[in-house]
């Protein structure tokens, strides 16, 4: 049977060890969708593109095509972020969590979405540059995306009867802000700096995101967190490991020991 060759650009996901010297690799393509190929002999020091294969990474590639796992053949670096982003703890567990959330989000190889892996593209690219807080980049990735599947929460309207305004109310299972007359039992009432935040990175309106205080992202991370999972059915793992403030020098030495 004659093999099909099939070339896209795509972002790593994250890795798994297979055997003694392969990995099997996650790989977000752009035309491709999700999908999984078996990379050989990569972790031996003559591979020729085991970097390049490191998570986190833009790569363009080859695979042969196979019914469960694709085999690359060949990769070329396109923009190899992992090396900044795994140098940082912060960094490296943001984008854990937006890695996870990407899979989470095409749950279907091979269905192409061109929206997730702009916005993942981008994050990583945020993350490697470090010019905005990570938290917060996970946070806009995180809104970004969910409105890319169709769970954007309403943060300019009531979720429930669509009345315009900068409500007080946040209901998860209604779908975002509410108005006091719609208001369901158990609804929480955020600062209103923390509904300013998640409308500031939604917009991308960074000048403003970054002058709010730790305790508003906290919050709003908080409301981010649960409305995603909440339309999952199921937790985001990666996201009870980000570490939402700056980790001092010693805290940071000692995690990255026991990685």
Same mark, same amino acid.
């Given at each position: 049977?004659?093999?099909?060759?099939?070339?896209?650009?795509? %972002?790593?996901?994250?890795? +798994?060890?297979? !055997?003694?010297?392969?990995?099997?690799?996650?790989?977000?393509?752009?035309?491709?969708?999700?999908?999984? &190929?078996?990379?050989?002999?990569?972790?031996?020091?003559?591979?020729?593109? !085991? &970097?390049?294969?490191?998570?986190?990474? +833009?790569?363009?590639?080859?695979?042969?095509?196979?019914?469960?796992?694709?085999?690359?053949?060949?990769? =070329?670096?396109?923009?190899? $972020? !992992?090396?900044?982003?795994?140098?940082?703890?912060?960094?490296?567990?943001?984008?854990?969590?937006?890695?996870?959330?990407?899979?989470?989000?095409?749950?279907?190889? @091979?269905?192409?979405?061109?929206?997730?892996?702009?916005?993942?593209?981008?994050?990583?690219?945020?993350?490697?540059?470090?010019? @905005?807080?990570?938290?917060?980049?996970?946070?806009? $990735?995180?809104?970004?995306?969910?409105?890319?599947?169709?769970?954007?929460?309403?943060?300019?309207?009531?979720?429930?009867?669509?009345?315009?305004?900068?409500?007080?109310?946040?209901?998860?299972? &209604?779908?975002?802000? =509410?108005?006091? !007359?719609?208001?369901?039992?158990?609804?929480?009432?955020? &600062?209103?700096?923390?509904?300013?935040?998640?409308?500031?990175?939604?917009?991308?309106?960074?000048?403003?995101?970054?002058?709010?205080?730790?305790?508003?992202?906290?919050?709003?991370?908080?409301?981010?967190?649960?409305? %995603?999972?909440?339309? %999952?059915?199921?937790?985001?793992?990666?996201?009870?490991?980000?570490?939402?403030?700056?980790?001092?020098?010693? =805290?940071?030495?000692?995690? %990255?020991?026991?990685?």
């Amino acid at each position: 049977m004659q093999r099909k060759f099939f070339r896209d650009d795509a %972002l790593v996901l994250r890795t +798994h060890k297979l !055997g003694e010297a392969d990995h099997i690799v996650s790989l977000l393509g752009r035309r491709s969708g999700r999908m999984r &190929a078996v990379a050989k002999g990569v972790r031996r020091t003559s591979s020729k593109f !085991g &970097a390049r294969l490191s998570p986190f990474g +833009h790569i363009d590639l080859q695979l042969i095509e196979g019914r469960n796992l694709h085999t690359v053949t060949q990769v =070329v670096g396109i923009d190899l $972020y !992992g090396r900044r982003i795994t140098a940082d703890y912060q960094r490296y567990t943001v984008a854990c969590a937006i890695s996870e959330t990407a899979e989470r989000l095409t749950p279907e190889e @091979h269905e192409p979405s061109l929206r997730i892996f702009q916005l993942t593209l981008g994050a990583f690219r945020a993350l490697s540059d470090g010019t @905005h807080p990570s938290p917060l980049i996970l946070d806009a $990735y995180l809104l970004r995306a969910m409105g890319a599947a169709g769970w954007a929460p309403a943060l300019t309207e009531c979720a429930l009867c669509g009345r315009r305004g900068e409500h007080g109310a946040f209901s998860v299972p &209604a779908g975002g802000c =509410v108005c006091r !007359g719609c208001r369901p039992a158990g609804s929480t009432h955020p &600062a209103p700096e923390t509904f300013g935040l998640l409308r500031a990175l939604v917009s991308g309106d960074w000048k403003n995101a970054v002058t709010t205080t730790q305790q508003v992202r906290n919050e709003a991370s908080g409301l981010v967190s649960a409305h %995603l999972q909440w339309h %999952l059915e199921r937790s985001v793992r990666s996201l009870s490991y980000v570490q939402r403030t700056q980790p001092t020098k010693h =805290v940071l030495d000692r995690k %990255l020991e026991n990685r």
